[in-house]
């Protein structure tokens, strides 16, 4: 433990207070000499837990009910129980991998309960052999498997208030997360059915009582999309579709069809109430944005975020997710003072396209009001708007029709906490 | 859908009809005109799940119940119920996210039950600065999140048998599993207390009533040891040591010392039970392997695998994973003939250090009785041995009797799986 503290690595990079990102990237090495806390120094009693044997083993584990206070956030459609959303507790957690059990969820008429033994998928229009395949049958083509984001196109729509909404991190950006997602290539299966010339989209229909449509074009189908059967190495969970969902790396969750049915093999898209009436952008102008499909680049701080406080001026990291449905992150910018000044967050690997990326930022909070954001760009070359840029764009907020149109749909502006000289963080608008 | 087959695709790279891996990389373009199988054509009926809305929207999910038969093999010592393993239903599972609710067990005296509110963590012994973090504390500091795998050093002890045991693939080599871990660098904590020149190995006491001990060596402790918080997101599992455990990547499962209570920092290791009675390796000349760290490059096949059944003749997917605590899977070979000829198998991106990597293998079975086996090679150029070959290096199998010696621990031979005309699916030894 000889070595000497990193000449100038706790010296700031941008303003107040940001440090530089090898603090991380080093290793524990730059950090000497860098005290978190004030330590007590008694030594603990013999706890209990070393007094007697603990529970058993288990064939299937739970979390431990210390943990009860982390939950989606769950809002239902007034009258109904399962049409609406619930939404990923992103402050309260770490690393990439969102657990299944804490996947947003975002239905249209509940989640229906679905026996493998029974359920089929047909593959029928203009192809030349319609295909029905069991759950059997699927799962014996071969698979893939790739880590990558979902995302509601409603995400972030918070954004659409005059005041800042005074919610955790999850509270507004909670309608996405990311699993390990496996399934059979769809283009394996085209293939096998035979698309006619003329068979240039794809209606996808759900097997739920809302009947979900979409239609997707036939590059997207032949491209990186895949029938997901297993998510975080299990089998679908039940509100991600189980037994088989059609999941389109990048595009907008609803386009990801849940509890797949069918899928119609078209010359044009068939413009479905839930593409024509719903999941479209309305315009000032009287136009609307349809058929948007990739959900663009996006980042926010997890931590600090709303909610939490900081307990006393000193060292911290600032960290947070991004993500694009265009590619890999390829940075993560910083600002502590609202955006006068940047510097260049350190991203966690792997770094992998249409995937959560975590990035971390060294912080020396001196104690005063502060107000943090990030700035996401994409390999792509795509860079966050500001809010100011996104209304410039789209016209001034509008409230959120629910089931109609999401006039602030497909939201990715950069979004900012505010940190008072107590430690306690807010939502502000800047 | 106008692309030719492309020439040779099908042409088999390796004895008894394995196929070139390109059939995967390239999507589905090489595998067209290949059917996999005959697809009936009846359009199914309109299902229950359309004609009435499905469940609501909930806090924290659950699996399907059509799912409870994938569950952990528990294996506990007559006499306890805690006391034991259970073990990760590999065969089930795809990618290489292990759901953290299917994580393998290894206890010694059970699950304790621990207060994160009461538990604190010690740093002492030959330190400047003895210091106790409560783990609201210990969460303030820097973090990192890797996807890494886990292995218990008694993992695939079952090729310790003169007959091949007729397991699954999970209970043969289900003590392994892969997580999204984050935590505090190790580093970081040993800086802040201020290591003695003296200081050159680190005691980790456990919280359970076995009071689990473990001495690691400072180097590994300097390196990429975490003092782990999260698993896949969200807080640790209480059978994966919540409310913090150690976690040394790619070393032995057991020292990754769950319900973490305690580091001392000594001068050499303290020969606790945990490692010189168990957990070391007794040779048949009367020495015994100890300090035994790294788990060592292994592969093998989960589908398919014992207890599955091929339908038929025709195109299959051969899938399995890999790993290694020296870093990187380089390649792994896959034989459909006994090991008489071999070919490359395509890796599923990402392939991450010290991370379960999953293979595919493309294979025509012709329905003739096969002996297929997986072969992996790390970065580090470490090759996984034959059976016979660890045989000779370690002497003939013997019984492996509890709570004493492993004689057949790390153990990371080639596994064969047997299928017979029926496309029954069996271990064999080769």
Chains 1, 2 share one sequence.
């Not at 000497?4 to 990237?25: D, M, T």
């Not at 972030?156 to 955790?168: C, F, K």
């Not at 790396?249 to 109430?273: C, F, H, Q, S």
């Amino acid at each position: 433990m000889t070595k000497s503290r990193e000449q100038g690595a706790l010296e700031p990079v941008a303003g107040n207070g940001l440090l530089h990102r090898r603090l991380f990237l080093a290793g524990g090495a730059a950090l000497a000499g860098t005290t978190f806390l004030t330590a007590k120094a008694a030594p603990p009693d013999l706890p209990e837990s070393m007094k007697a044997p603990g529970v058993g083993l288990r064939a299937y584990g739970e979390r431990s009910a210390h943990e009860a206070a982390v939950h989606r956030a769950v809002g239902a459609t007034p009258g109904t129980t399962g049409t609406g959303s619930s939404r990923t507790p992103l402050e309260s957690l770490e690393g990439i991998i969102t657990p299944s059990s804490l996947h947003f969820e975002r239905h249209h008429s509940g989640v229906p309960d679905i026996d493998p033994a029974q359920h089929q998928l047909l593959i029928h229009g203009l192809v030349e052999r319609p295909l029905i395949f069991s759950m059997d049958a699927l799962a014996r083509y071969p698979m893939v498997s790739h880590i990558q984001f979902l995302e509601c196109s409603g995400n972030s729509a918070g954004n659409n208030t005059a005041e800042a909404p005074q919610q955790t991190a999850g509270g507004m950006h909670g309608l996405a997360s990311c699993s390990d997602w496996a399934g059979v290539p769809l283009s394996v299966l085209l293939q096998e059915a035979g698309v006619k010339p003329e068979g240039k989209w794809l209606l996808a229909e759900g097997a739920d009582a809302a009947a979900m449509s979409r239609s997707v074009p036939m590059a997207k189908a032949l491209d990186d999309a895949i029938l997901a059967l297993y998510q975080n190495g299990e089998r679908l969970r039940p509100e991600q579709g189980y037994p088989v969902r059609l999941f389109l790396p990048g595009y907008e969750g609803n386009m990801n069809v849940k509890w797949l049915r069918r899928l119609k093999l078209t010359d044009a898209p068939v413009m479905a109430i839930n593409e024509s009436r719903q999941y479209t952008l309305l315009m000032d102008d009287g136009k609307a944005w349809r058929f948007y499909y990739p959900q663009e680049i996006k980042s926010f701080i997890t931590r600090p975020s709303p909610g939490m406080k900081m307990p006393s001026p000193g060292y911290y990291q600032i960290s947070g997710i991004a993500y694009s449905g265009h590619g890999r992150v390829a940075k993560v910018d910083v600002s502590a003072d609202g955006g006068k000044s940047w510097a260049q967050a350190a991203l966690q690997a792997p770094v992998l396209p249409k995937a959560l990326t975590r990035f971390r930022m060294p912080w020396a909070w001196s104690g005063q009001p502060a107000v943090i954001m990030s700035r996401a760009t994409d390999e792509a070359g795509n860079v966050q708007p500001t809010r100011a840029q996104l209304i410039k764009e789209r016209g001034e907020p509008r409230g959120t029709p629910l089931v109609t149109a999401f006039p602030m749909g497909h939201v990715n502006c950069i979004c900012s906490w505010g940190i008072d000289a107590q430690g306690a963080v807010s939502h502000v608008y800047v």
